[in-house]
């Protein structure tokens, strides 16, 4: 079992910057991709960035690239989302995930270990 736990969410205005990090201690897990999920209020859960298992690969959700950057340090084992340039429509629980595979995928159905959540609210 892979324990994921997240941290660094909170309430920022418009145009502020967070940086969510998630750990899994004790593990190593550069054999796993890893990603980052977010789900509004009354949404259904979203891709929001995911890194392959030695960081060379990332992929973004469209309305994220340029502000949000993904990244991994296998010998800490914890993956970062940093935000920049938020916006409202920005505000979610956020997820970290994990799947079995060092391949970045988008589909959150290729992603067997989550998170608790973290909220990020964004006001305007």
């Known amino acids: 079992q892979v324990q994921l736990v997240e941290s660094g969410g909170g309430l920022v205005q418009a145009g502020g910057s967070l940086r969510l990090s998630c750990a899994t201690p004790?593990?190593?897990?550069?054999?796993?991709?890893l990603g980052w999920f977010r789900q509004a209020p009354g949404k259904e859960q979203n891709f929001v960035a995911v890194i392959s298992g030695t960081g060379t690969t990332t992929y973004y959700e469209e309305s994220v690239q340029g502000r949000f950057t993904i990244s991994r340090d296998n010998a800490k084992h914890t993956v970062n989302l940093q935000m920049n340039g938020l916006k409202p429509e920005d505000t979610a629980v956020y997820y970290c995930a994990a799947r079995r595979g060092p391949i970045a995928t988008t589909d959150r159905q290729d992603f067997v270990y989550w998170g608790q959540g973290t909220q990020v609210t964004v006001s305007s």
């Open positions: 004790g593990r190593t897990w550069d054999t796993y991709a």
